[in-house]
């Protein structure tokens, strides 16, 4: 059984960091083509924030380049998201995500395995 846990989110000041883990069973981290950090604030889409694969290549969108980092842990089968300079539009809930045995990265999410989220909240 897959399982996906976030913890690490809560609230901090614009300007100030967290860092959020994902710990996984039942997947593993480092093997899967990929793994991805999403969010989704209140009355808005999810979107995509960071991704990392199994070559430990990364992406992310456009506007959190540079202030966003993520990680993995191969060790500890655990996934890292860096928040630096974390603004009040950072404000959501995250969610890490994996889809199991692809050989692509899929676009479509109701594949993906996901955890249950870890709220940030940014307060100016």
């Known amino acids: 059984q897959v399982q996906l846990v976030e913890s690490g989110g809560g609230s901090v000041q614009a300007g100030g960091s967290l860092r959020l883990s994902c710990a996984a069973s039942g997947i593993s981290l480092s093997s899967e083509y990929c793994v991805r950090w999403f969010r989704q604030a209140p009355g808005k889409e999810r979107e995509g924030v960071a991704t990392i694969n199994k070559w430990g290549t990364t992406g992310y969108a456009d506007a959190l380049k540079g202030r966003f980092t993520i990680s993995r842990d191969n060790a500890k089968d655990t996934l890292y998201l860096q928040m630096n300079n974390l603004q009040l539009e950072d404000t959501a809930t995250y969610y890490c995500?994996?889809?199991?045995?692809?050989?692509?990265?899929?676009?479509?999410?109701?594949?993906?395995?996901w955890g249950q989220g870890t709220q940030v909240t940014v307060s100016s």
């Open positions: 995500a994996a889809p199991k045995n692809f050989a692509v990265c899929p676009a479509d999410y109701d594949v993906y395995y």
